[in-house]
């Protein structure tokens, strides 16, 4: 009895299929040069709405998905049409891939190659709001893709104009950082500075509130609410906020 069931384990591990390499896997979409691949729909449909991102290719895996595309493209003003490639079609398994074999990809059978916006200078984009209500973000070297993702979503939701962040130490623009975005990253500026300390001076020459969440802070959030020009800073992951930023900050929340 034992050995027919040493036999049988055998027999029977003999037919797990072996794991497909990476040389047998589907080759994802190659972008252009300094291009990166974005893909799910609200990523695409708002990537495809935004004037200032030029996009290189539109990627659909069925008809539905493709005419879905199409029917959005139609939507949009002549002039943004003229610029957009045609849709192309794609084989699922390409896309399952375009984010490498460890990371799953939820694609919804859409997918586009496109360069990062060129955001403004943080002067020139301050000379468009003045003396206006206005809501920022400020990102301390937070350096997950995900968590900026995440940050951008929430951000535009509550009505934030712009995330800015450092030039290094910061996540760049990439597929992942965009679907988690969920449109977010073409709905507001994702704005670069070589110094964060500087720009919160800069900020409140504009008299711009900078209050930094940290968990010995003075004020609650509560309290920021009649604040009509706010900038609100995010420490690191795990580190929190930099000693020269908390310095900064007119407020520790």
């Known amino acids: 009895l034992s050995t ?3 036999t049988t384990g055998l027999k029977a591990s003999n037919q797990i299929p072996k794991k497909m390499d ?9 972008p252009p040069r300094n291009a990166y691949i974005i893909w799910g729909r609200h990523a695409v449909y708002a990537a495809l709405g935004n004037d200032e991102r030029r996009i ?3 990627y659909a895996v069925h008809k539905d998905d493709e005419s879905e595309l199409k029917s959005l493209i139609s939507t949009l003003p002549q002039q943004r049409r003229n610029k957009l490639p045609p849709v192309q079609r ?3 398994k390409c896309l399952d891939n375009v984010a490498g074999p460890v990371n ?3 694609h919804q059978g859409m997918a586009a190659a496109v360069w990062p916006v060129e955001p403004p200078h943080l002067d020139s984009f301050l000379e468009l709001h003045q003396s206006t209500p206005l809501r920022l973000l400020l990102l301390d070297r937070v350096s997950d893709p995900r968590n900026v993702g995440a940050i951008l979503r ?12 450092t030039s290094r130490h910061a996540a760049e623009e990439n597929g992942l950082l965009a679907r988690v975005a969920s449109g977010a990253l073409d709905h507001l500026y994702y704005l670069r500075v070589t110094n964060l300390a500087r720009a919160i001076e800069r900020l409140q020459q504009d008299h711009i509130t900078v209050a930094g969440l940290a968990a010995d802070g003075d004020m609650t959030v509560e309290s920021m609410s009649n604040i009509d020009r706010l900038a609100v800073v995010l420490g690191a992951e795990g580190s929190g906020l930099r000693r020269l930023c908390r310095v ?3 407020h520790l929340v």
């Open 56 to 58: 290189a290719q539109i």
């Open 22 to 30: 990476a040389s047998q896997r589907p080759a994802p979409p190659n």
């Open 90 to 92: 794609i084989e699922r």
């Open 154 to 165: 929430s951000a535009h939701a509550f009505g934030v104009a712009a995330v800015i962040t």
């Open 4 to 6: 027919k069931k040493s």
């Open 104 to 106: 799953k990809v939820v």
């Open 248 to 250: 900064h900050c007119d």
